[in-house]
C-alpha cells in the first residue's frame, strides 16, 4: 500500500514538474517579439530567437510579429479640388517598431489596423481634395501617395508603428458617372482623330499637288525637248536632201518619185489619171525633155499600169 502512495506521489510530482516547466520556458521565434506581463504590468521584451523563461502562472507571453504587415482599407469616395468624386482602396505596409508602445496603445494588429486605415484615409482624403483629378490619375499620383505615407509615418510613431509605404490598389470613377465620363473621353479621341485626319489630308492634297506640277514640267520640258530635237533633225533631213539634189536633181527626183509610188500604189490600188500626168513620167518610155545626164528608165506602160491595178 505504502509502495502505491509513493508511486502515485512520484507521479503526480513528475506532472507537476512537467507542467511547470512547460509554463516556466517557452521559444521565441525569428518572426516574432515578445513582452512578458505580470497582472498586466510590463516585465520585460524578448526580440531575440530562442529558449526563454517566466514565472509560471503568474506572468504572460504577449507574442507580436516583427515581419511587414499589410492593411487593406475599404474602398472609398474622395472629392478633388475640381469638385469630383473618386473612389479609391489604399493599402498600408506597416510592421512595429516599439511593441510596449504597440500593446500599451493599441493593444493587437486589428487594433493597428483601425488606427492605421483612419490615419491614411483622412490624409489622403485631404491630399486628393488638394489636387484636381487630372493630377489625382495622372503625374501627382505617386508624389500624392508620399506625401499620405510620410504624414501617416510620422503619426504613427505614437502608435509604435513604422509605416514602410502607402499604395492605392485601384482609382477609380463613381460607377454612376463613368458611362457620361467614358463618353466624353470617346467624343474627344475622335476629335483629335478628325483633326489628324484632316491635317492628312491637307498634306496629301499638298503633295499631289506638288508632284503634278513636276508632272507638268518635266512633260513640258521633255515635249520641248523633242521639238528640238525633232526640229534639228528636220534641218539635217532637208540640208541632205538639198545637197542630194544640188549633186543630182534628176536622180534626187526620180528616187523620191520611186518612193512615193512605193507609198501610194498597192496592189489593189485604183487611180484614174490622164495619160500625161507627171506623176507618171517615170512610167513611160523615153523623156524628149531629158537633160543631158539625166537617167532613163525604160519601162513598159501597160506593166506599170498592170502593178498599179
Do not use: C
Not at 80 to 106: E, H, M, N
Not at 113 to 132: G, I
Amino acid at each position: 500500500m505504502r509502495t502505491q502512495l509513493l508511486g502515485i506521489g512520484g507521479l503526480f510530482v513528475l506532472f507537476l514538474a512537467l507542467a511547470l516547466a512547460s509554463q516556466a520556458f517557452f521559444t521565441v521565434n525569428e518572426t516574432d517579439q515578445v513582452i512578458i506581463t505580470q497582472f498586466g504590468e510590463y516585465k520585460r521584451t524578448l526580440q531575440q530567437p530562442g529558449f526563454a523563461w517566466k514565472i509560471p502562472f503568474l506572468q504572460t507571453v504577449n507574442r507580436f510579429d516583427r515581419r511587414i504587415l499589410t492593411s487593406d482599407a475599404p474602398k472609398a469616395e474622395y472629392l478633388t479640388q475640381d469638385k469630383k468624386r473618386l473612389v479609391a482602396d489604399p493599402v498600408t505596409r506597416w510592421r512595429i517598431s516599439d511593441p510596449l508602445l504597440f500593446y500599451k496603445t493599441v493593444r493587437d494588429e486589428s487594433g493597428a489596423r483601425a488606427r492605421l486605415d483612419d490615419l491614411v484615409l483622412s490624409e489622403l482624403r485631404r491630399e486628393v481634395a488638394s489636387h484636381t483629378f487630372d493630377l489625382v490619375i495622372g503625374p501627382k499620383r505617386e508624389a500624392i501617395m508620399d506625401n499620405v505615407a510620410t504624414t501617416a509615418r510620422n503619426k504613427a510613431k505614437e502608435f509604435g508603428i513604422a509605416v514602410v509605404d502607402v499604395r492605392i490598389k485601384r482609382a477609380d470613377l463613381p460607377q454612376e458617372v463613368q458611362h457620361s465620363v467614358f463618353q466624353r473621353m470617346q467624343a474627344e479621341r475622335e476629335r483629335e482623330a478628325k483633326r489628324y485626319r484632316s491635317e492628312g489630308d491637307e498634306e496629301s492634297a499638298k503633295l499631289k499637288a506638288e508632284t503634278d506640277k513636276q508632272r507638268t514640267i518635266v512633260l513640258a520640258q521633255a515635249r520641248q525637248d523633242a521639238e528640238k530635237l525633232r526640229g534639228e533633225g528636220d534641218a539635217i533631213a532637208t540640208r541632205i536632201y538639198a545637197e542630194a539634189y544640188g549633186k543630182n536633181a534628176e536622180f534626187y527626183t526620180f528616187t523620191r518619185s520611186l518612193h512615193s509610188y512605193e507609198q501610194f500604189l498597192g496592189k489593189r490600188s485604183t487611180l484614174v489619171l490622164p495619160a500625161d500626168s507627171p506623176l507618171f513620167r517615170y512610167l513611160t518610155g523615153s523623156r524628149s525633155d531629158a537633160q543631158p545626164g539625166a537617167v532613163e528608165m525604160p519601162v513598159a506602160k501597160e506593166t506599170a499600169l498592170d502593178r498599179g491595178k
